[in-house]
């Protein structure tokens, strides 16, 4: 096989230092990553008022069906990205590995083509997000009262959705020149302000209207912001212009269409869940089902948040050349995934009846099957992410899409005809089943052909992988048994800290190589 840098035209110094930066000032990805971690934490935070917090208020002053309903159909918003041809993750990718290179020129002509087709692109999805408005009540067959009031609140917030990818792509570009500050801030601040919007137009009886405008104040914010900041970088600091190339596109649609088609069945995955389990059980069923993987999901995202912060600087790694780093980090991003989410889950299968219970009431509890299958799910789904993130780093996009694919068929051969025969717990079971075989297995194997990882590398993830997930057994067993009764807020958040307390201590006295990546902050000697 060949070197895959070369394919993508990146600097390889055969001595092991990193080249001098040839555009722009010095760089430090350390810096960056921290930066950029920090921001998604905080953005993470504010997840969680959105997904918590303020549900509560939407179910209060919404009404349970009509929130139910955007529940089943809102989740068809995020699809809408999947319709961005893969150019977001694309560019990103390229701008950094450009920019570690040293190469002024393609650099110039990468984002001047890539930004210029992200525009067009946003103009036709606006006009696809009205058709989907228009099929949502249809599908869930909604009254005309509650479908006309979901077509309007779903065109809204499409607007406001499809607009912030046009944002999204400049702050990526920006995070891919290692100067993640300046749209991090504007991210945490324009959600805050969608957050108060929100809230405010709930309380006045807005009902889905609210948590539509509110995609709309964040994206007018963040494009007013992120494209001043992009402007001082690109022109100022790096001194550079944008120009558009019929070649350099070609070139970028191929990368593209490739992490396109990866997006859609990544959709195809886990995004149309709801929409299924609405249409065939009912959207109370998928209302349920939603909100009893909520907490999971939460974790998940949580430890993806450090993942995704750390991409445009590996990728700037592999520009440079630095292979053995790049080794030595992908090694410890496997563990790190393993542990965080083990520790995670456990709390999460411990006390989820609970929670659900506390937050919203019993009856949205979709059981423990549910539940537990779901968990074991997003332990596997960590574990793959650490090879899909590090394959997404080296740019092998046509790899990961040939995977992903694969996955995402078999995934739905098998949680079809068992929603319909078994009810939903089938769902998280047949996503294991798939997960394992196409993600952890396939993909992972390889991520390993290409780096090389020395043998005794290998070992250490799969057992690690391994002990953590038996770690999330052995503690939440227990509690599962027992079901205790937990009365308020303040006793749940004392159950869930002892949880996840016993759980780390767990992990760090079974893996002393966690232990030493503790004590060495996360760097391999």
Same mark, same amino acid.
């Given at each position: 096989?060949?070197?895959? #840098?070369?394919?993508?035209?990146?600097?390889?110094?055969? =001595?092991?230092? @990193? @080249?001098?930066?040839?555009?722009?000032?010095?760089?430090?990805?350390?810096?960056?990553?921290?930066?950029?971690?920090?921001?998604?934490?905080?953005?993470?935070?504010?997840?969680?008022? *959105?997904?918590?917090?303020?549900?509560?208020?939407?179910?209060?002053?919404?009404?349970?069906?009509?929130?139910?309903?955007?529940?089943?159909?809102?989740?068809?918003?995020? #699809?809408?990205?999947?319709?961005?041809?893969?150019?977001?993750?694309?560019?990103?990718?390229?701008?950094?590995?450009?920019?570690?290179?040293?190469? *002024?020129?393609?650099?110039?002509?990468?984002?001047?083509?890539?930004?210029?087709?992200?525009?067009?692109?946003?103009?036709?999805?606006?006009?696809?997000?009205?058709?989907?408005?228009?099929?949502?009540?249809?599908?869930? #067959?909604?009254?005309?009262?509650?479908?006309?009031?979901?077509?309007?609140?779903?065109?809204?917030?499409?607007?406001?959705?499809?607009?912030?990818?046009?944002?999204?792509?400049?702050?990526?570009?920006?995070?891919?020149?290692?100067?993640?500050?300046?749209?991090?801030?504007?991210?945490?601040? =324009?959600?805050?302000?969608?957050?108060?919007?929100?809230?405010?137009?709930?309380?006045?009886?807005?009902?889905?209207?609210?948590?539509?405008?509110?995609?709309?104040?964040?994206?007018?914010?963040?494009?007013?912001?992120?494209?001043?900041?992009?402007?001082?970088?690109?022109?100022?600091?790096?001194?550079?212009?944008?120009?558009?190339?019929?070649?350099?596109?070609?070139?970028?649609?191929?990368?593209?269409?490739?992490?396109?088609?990866?997006?859609?069945?990544?959709?195809?995955?886990?995004?149309?869940?709801?929409?299924?389990?609405?249409?065939?059980?009912?959207?109370?069923?998928?209302?349920?089902?939603?909100?009893?993987?909520?907490?999971?999901?939460?974790?998940?995202?949580?430890?993806?948040?450090?993942?995704?912060?750390?991409? @445009?600087?590996?990728?700037?790694?592999?520009?440079?050349?630095?292979?053995?780093?790049?080794?030595?980090?992908?090694?410890?991003?496997?563990?790190?995934?393993?542990?965080?989410?083990?520790?995670?889950?456990?709390?999460?299968?411990?006390?989820?009846?609970?929670?659900?219970?506390?937050?919203?009431?019993?009856?949205?509890?979709?059981?423990?099957?549910? =539940?537990?299958?779901?968990?074991?799910?997003?332990?596997?789904?960590?574990?793959?992410?650490?090879?899909?993130?590090?394959?997404?780093?080296?740019?092998?996009?046509?790899?990961?899409?040939?995977?992903?694919?694969?996955?995402?068929?078999?995934?739905?051969?098998?949680?079809?005809?068992?929603?319909?025969?078994?009810?939903?717990?089938?769902? @998280?079971?047949?996503?294991?089943? =798939?997960?394992?075989?196409?993600?952890?297995?396939?993909?992972?194997?390889?991520?390993?052909?290409?780096?090389?990882?020395?043998?005794?590398?290998?070992?250490?993830?799969?057992?690690?992988?391994?002990?953590?997930?038996?770690?999330?057994?052995?503690?939440?067993?227990?509690?599962?048994?027992?079901?205790?009764?937990?009365?308020?807020?303040?006793?749940?958040?004392?159950?869930?800290?002892?949880?996840?307390?016993?759980?780390?201590?767990?992990?760090?006295?079974?893996?002393?190589?966690?232990?030493?990546?503790?004590?060495?902050?996360?760097?391999?000697?």
């Amino acid at each position: 096989m060949s070197d895959p #840098q070369s394919a993508l035209g990146a600097s390889v110094d055969e =001595s092991g230092a @990193p @080249p001098a930066p040839a555009i722009g000032r010095a760089v430090s990805r350390r810096r960056a990553t921290l930066w950029n971690g920090s921001f998604r934490f905080i953005e993470f935070s504010l997840m969680l008022v *959105r997904n918590f917090v303020l549900v509560k208020f939407f179910v209060d002053f919404i009404g349970g069906h009509e929130y139910a309903a955007w529940l089943a159909s809102g989740q068809m918003l995020g #699809q809408l990205t999947a319709l961005d041809f893969g150019l977001l993750g694309a560019l990103q990718q390229q701008a950094a590995v450009a920019y570690g290179a040293g190469n *002024r020129e393609r650099l110039a002509v990468l984002v001047g083509t890539g930004l210029s087709a992200v525009l067009m692109l946003c103009l036709l999805l606006v006009a696809v997000g009205g058709v989907l408005a228009l099929l949502m009540p249809v599908l869930l #067959q909604l009254n005309p009262g509650v479908g006309g009031t979901l077509t309007a609140a779903f065109f809204v917030a499409s607007i406001g959705v499809v607009g912030q990818l046009a944002v999204f792509a400049t702050g990526g570009v920006l995070n891919a020149l290692q100067r993640p500050v300046v749209a991090g801030i504007s991210r945490c601040a =324009s959600e805050a302000a969608s957050l108060t919007v929100t809230l405010v137009l709930v309380l006045n009886g807005s009902g889905l209207y609210a948590i539509a405008l509110g995609f709309i104040t964040r994206f007018v914010i963040d494009a007013i912001v992120v494209a001043l900041a992009f402007r001082h970088v690109w022109t100022v600091e790096l001194g550079l212009g944008l120009r558009f190339s019929r070649r350099e596109l070609a070139s970028l649609f191929t990368l593209s269409g490739l992490q396109f088609l990866t997006q859609v069945a990544g959709r195809l995955r886990n995004g149309l869940d709801p929409l299924l389990i609405g249409a065939l059980l009912g959207v109370e069923a998928s209302g349920a089902y939603v909100l009893t993987t909520r907490a999971h999901e939460t974790v998940r995202l949580l430890v993806l948040q450090g993942a995704g912060a750390a991409l @445009p600087s590996m990728a700037h790694l592999f520009g440079e050349g630095l292979l053995d780093r790049f080794r030595q980090l992908g090694a410890a991003w496997f563990r790190v995934n393993a542990v965080v989410g083990a520790v995670g889950m456990a709390g999460v299968v411990a006390l989820n009846e609970q929670f659900v219970t506390l937050w919203v009431g019993r009856e949205w509890f979709a059981g423990h099957a549910v =539940s537990i299958l779901y968990a074991l799910w997003a332990l596997l789904s960590l574990v793959g992410a650490a090879a899909y993130d590090q394959m997404y780093s080296l740019g092998e996009f046509g790899r990961i899409c040939r995977v992903v694919w694969v996955e995402a068929v078999l995934r739905l051969a098998l949680i079809v005809p068992g929603m319909l025969l078994l009810g939903a717990w089938t769902v @998280p079971a047949g996503s294991c089943v =798939s997960q394992f075989l196409a993600m952890n297995w396939w993909l992972t194997a390889a991520l390993w052909r290409t780096l090389q990882p020395a043998p005794r590398q290998r070992r250490a993830v799969v057992s690690g992988a391994v002990r953590h997930a038996l770690v999330a057994a052995v503690v939440a067993a227990p509690l599962l048994i027992v079901r205790p009764q937990i009365a308020g807020w303040t006793a749940f958040a004392t159950w869930a800290t002892g949880v996840a307390l016993a759980a780390g201590a767990l992990s760090a006295l079974i893996d002393p190589e966690l232990r030493r990546m503790v004590r060495t902050r996360g760097l391999y000697q």
